[in-house]
């Protein structure tokens, strides 16, 4: 095995590579936050110090409801008073929702309905028409994201202190600085403070900006590159601009289709792994490829 460089950063060599962002955010449609002030430790779940193994049993029953947990925090780790908040999303495309709550006591995580939320059905929460900007900072797991993410985070809690938290691992190291907004399940990478204000500003006018989304989660990574190139192709930034109404997969080529006003837009994309494997995170011990997106048309055809 090749010895690593600990002053490696993957941020910088993904830069360097010139790798596009698009088309990278994972793939997961219901989310449970649960604030914990930390440490998180590199395994945020296991290692939070939370009381009696409550940590890997809820790892265990989110991973069967097929919901992602995550833990948030304040940024500066500033503690609540009155209980736990928890966050309760579910990235539906065009019907996003969140539910929220504050427990008194974490045990009462293992009585929430999981499998509701994994099916996109209400836990029994709250509603809540917030947005919920996630900066992840969980410097544990990976350098880049906490020596990115919180300037970022700290400054988003100026613009937008209400809607902001620091968020343990969602994915995409090389990508810090990263945000999740909930409950869009939208992924933004390579942000600084002054782009993350300018994102966060425009997510709340309806409006996404294209030259940091890394992807829409509801979708896979493919189709996620084929609604970013769309968007670019027409200059539609609008929430609700575009619809995803079908998608077809054969071999290395998916076929996403969208409806757009009048009409409705084919996008065929070619997904291939990177010829020459590289290192994707600070703390990889080994090389990977990654996936490279390929746009290979755009064909557009009456509405029915």
């Known amino acids: 095995m090749t010895a690593r460089d600990p002053a490696f950063r993957c941020a910088v060599g993904s830069e360097l590579r010139g790798e596009s962002t698009a088309g990278t955010a994972s793939n997961v449609r219901a989310f449970l936050l649960v604030e914990h002030p930390g440490p998180w430790g590199v395994n945020a779940l296991r290692d939070a110090r939370l009381p009696d193994g409550l940590g890997d049993d809820l790892a265990r029953a989110a991973g069967a409801a097929r919901v992602r947990p995550l833990l948030i925090r304040r940024p500066a780790r500033r503690v609540r008073q009155d209980g736990m908040r928890v966050f309760a999303a579910f990235a539906h495309p065009s019907r996003p929702w969140l539910e929220t709550t504050v427990l008194d006591d974490p045990h009462a995580l293992l009585e929430l309905d999981l499998t509701a939320l994994g099916e996109g059905r209400s836990p029994g929460l709250t509603p809540s028409d917030a947005s919920v900007l996630c900066v992840c900072t969980h410097g544990r797991h990976d350098a880049c994201c906490a020596e990115r993410g919180r300037p970022v985070a700290a400054a988003l809690a100026v613009a937008h202190p209400d809607d902001t938290w620091e968020v343990s691992h969602i994915g995409g190291d090389r990508f810090a600085g ?89 996008v065929r994309v070619r997904t291939t792994p990177s010829a020459d494997p590289v290192q994707l995170t600070c703390r990889a011990t080994r090389d990977n490829p990654a996936p490279a997106h390929e746009l290979l048309s755009f064909d557009r055809s009456p509405a029915t």
């Open 178 to 266: 990263n945000m999740l907004v909930l409950p869009h399940g939208l992924y933004y990478g390579r942000l600084d403070p002054v782009t993350s204000v300018t994102v966060a500003d425009r997510h709340a006018a309806g409006e996404l900006d294209l030259d940091h989304l890394r992807g829409r989660s509801a979708y896979a990574m493919p189709v996620q590159f084929a609604e970013i190139a769309l968007r670019r192709e027409l200059g539609q930034t609008r929430h609700d601009a575009v619809r995803l109404v079908s998608r077809r997969k054969a071999d290395e080529v998916t076929e996403a289709v969208f409806a757009v006003g009048d009409a409705r837009w084919t």
